[in-house]
Nanobody, 129 residues
């Protein structure tokens, strides 16, 4: 059973912008802490951003100031806006959902893939110089 579906990945040039999407027909985002992770070839999956039900966001240092996570709860859609991409951003990008009381993202869950309950299949972003 597929719970999350990502889309929007593509090749992006230096100075470009890209928007990634994550949707679900089985999970109501208003009840979950939602996260974005990426995984580059040969590296571990890394948490880069999360957002709670109230819109509070957190970012990894590697993307802070360049990436923006947001959601539209009425559309049950999660977004990741990518700006000023760098070569290190080349990776498969995954969205994930963690069921928590009140949909709050706790400090214990930050960046920990094992803390999340549902995952998408990923969408590829490739930096192009």
């Amino acid at each position: 059973q597929v719970h999350l579906v990502e889309s929007g990945g593509s090749s992006v040039q230096a100075g470009g912008v890209l928007r990634l999407f994550c949707g679900s027909s089985t999970i109501t985002f208003s009840r979950y802490c939602m996260g974005w992770f990426h995984q580059a070839p040969g590296k571990e999956r890394e948490g880069i951003a999360d957002i709670d039900v109230d819109g509070k966001t957190r970012y990894a240092d590697s993307v802070k100031g360049r990436f923006t996570v947001s959601h539209d709860k009425t559309q049950n859609t999660l977004y990741l806006d990518v700006k000023n991409p760098k070569p290190g951003d080349t990776a498969m990008y995954y969205c994930a959902a963690r069921r928590t009381p009140g949909g709050i993202c706790t400090s214990e869950s930050w960046g920990k893939s094992e803390a999340y309950d549902y995952w998408g299949q990923g969408t590829q972003v490739t930096f192009s110089s």
